[in-house]
């Protein structure tokens, strides 16, 4: 019952994001341009695009929350798994 191994694959990075309530998801789009900054590297400013955006809700804190997937077009060799993020999507 305990995990031997993680296996990850680096080529290429992905960014969840699940803090879109239902105002704002109406707002985002498949393959919509998306700005990324990471908490732990404030200078340096990521480019991605939206490839999924769960049709499921959940319910946070009372409010109608969605998780948006976005596929970075770049990395930088400080980026960690689990690092925080803030999302400014493009209009």
């Given at each position: 019952g305990q995990p031997v191994i993680t296996l990850a694959d680096f080529s290429t990075w992905?960014?969840?994001?699940d803090n879109l309530t239902e105002y704002e998801i109406v707002d985002v789009a498949l393959g919509q341009e998306v700005d990324?900054?990471?908490d732990a590297l404030p200078d340096v400013t990521l480019?991605?695009?939206v490839i999924q955006i769960n049709t499921r809700y959940e319910e946070k804190r009372g409010d109608i929350t969605y998780t948006v997937t976005i596929?970075?077009?770049?990395a930088d060799?400080?980026?960690r798994w689990g690092m925080t993020a803030s999302v400014q999507f493009v209009p």
């Open positions: 992905v960014v969840e994001t990324v900054v990471l480019t991605g695009e596929l970075l077009a770049q060799p400080a980026l």
